[in-house]
């Protein structure tokens, strides 16, 4: 770990040029979070499943941001009760990647041309995240608002529709030459981005990690998640607790333990987060069982799970071992709920890091 509680630095060639990034992230759309603490009474008026994620049109996300202000939750710890932040699962995993951990990352993206998208660009590239494989659309960047009750569970509705987009026929060889991971998240409205990028990743011998992204994806996709998982070509696969279940409904056991079989069975790695009660994981015919690490009361969940997928990446890129994998995780996934959004405070990666010495864990460069 560098001084200071810093992230060790990015590695580089002798002539100083930064090498290929060793993870690149696949987001189709950018999208910026519009994140907010809320009273329930906003929650209840809003259509589909609170803890969930329902796309929505724009008209509608500009009336839920209208309301918002009305229902904001006193809340002392931030500076503003909205912040507004670049977003993405795959974003948030590979931003807190270099950020947190000085593991070298890119993405390939689209974003518009337009105060989200340039905002979205300074973000990323502020964090250290390499955006050169970044292609800039005449659409609008995509937005989401991430509402956020008292209790830090978080409901999200973002605007997709008639966004910038990356397509799948941008996707090419040199965008992931030379890495080691890539990184995406299960969508069905993204599949043949995810099959064309799984393939060239196949074809560089770039191992994939994939996010099974909301309960919801799960059970309404369920036949083209199983079909892609059977291909044998995820490397790791990350589900949360009710992600989880989702995949596993009807089978003769539904519990975490069942579903991390499943998955296992299909993928090298698997993990079954399971919020303030830690994880389990598998690879091969080791399985481990790691708590949750600090505080129990989540100021916001949002990107613990991404957040979560840093750490174990980390992990599996310095060769630690698959207990050690979980418990970086959980101390990354962590530090992300000290604060509203999915984006790591600099005194929140400061509190990971004396985390990980107490442990045994330190970073190294």
Known sequence: MG?????PGLPATNDGHHLPPMVI????????????????????????????????????????????????????????????????????TVRGLTAGFGVSTGLICACGDDDQGRLFIHNMSFSGVD???????????????????????????????????????????????????????????NLEHIKTAI?????????????????EMVR?????????????????????????????????????????????KRCKWAVVTLGPRGCIAKHGKEVVRVPAIGEAHAVDATG????????????????LPLEDCCKVGSCSGGSVIRSLGGEVMPENWKWMYKQLESKGLSLSP
């Open 199 to 215: 393939k060239i990743a196949k074809q560089e011998g770039v191992s994939v990690s994939m996010d099974l992204a909301s309960f």
């Open 220 to 264: 309404n996709y369920r036949s083209q998640l199983i079909e892609l998982l059977e291909t044998g070509n995820i490397d790791l696969c990350f589900a949360n607790e009710d992600e989880a279940r989702e995949l596993i409904r009807g089978e003769p056991k539904e519990d975490p333990e069942a579903a991390l079989d499943f998955l296992a």
């Open 304 to 319: 613990a799970g991404d957040l979560f997928a840093s750490g174990f990446l980390y992990g599996l890129v310095k060769g």
């Open 25 to 92: 992230g696949l987001q189709p759309s950018a999208l910026v979070d519009h994140m907010a603490r809320v009273d329930w009474s906003l929650l209840d008026h809003l259509p589909g499943d609170r803890g969930g994620s329902q796309q929505v049109k724009i008209e509608d996300l500009q009336h839920i941001l209208r309301e918002v202000s009305t229902h904001i939750l006193p809340f002392s710890s931030d500076l503003s009760p909205i912040r507004t932040i670049a977003g993405g699962s795959v974003a948030n």
């Open 131 to 189: 955006l050169s494989r970044l292609r800039t659309k005449k659409e609008p960047t995509g937005q989401c608002v991430c509402l956020v009750d008292a209790d830090g569970n978080r409901t999200m509705r973002p605007c997709l529709s008639s966004v910038a987009k990356l397509q799948a026929n941008e996707l090419k060889r040199e965008d992931l030459k030379d890495s080691k991971w890539l990184v995406v998240r299960y969508a069905y409205f």
């Open 3 to 7: 001084a200071e509680g810093e992230p």
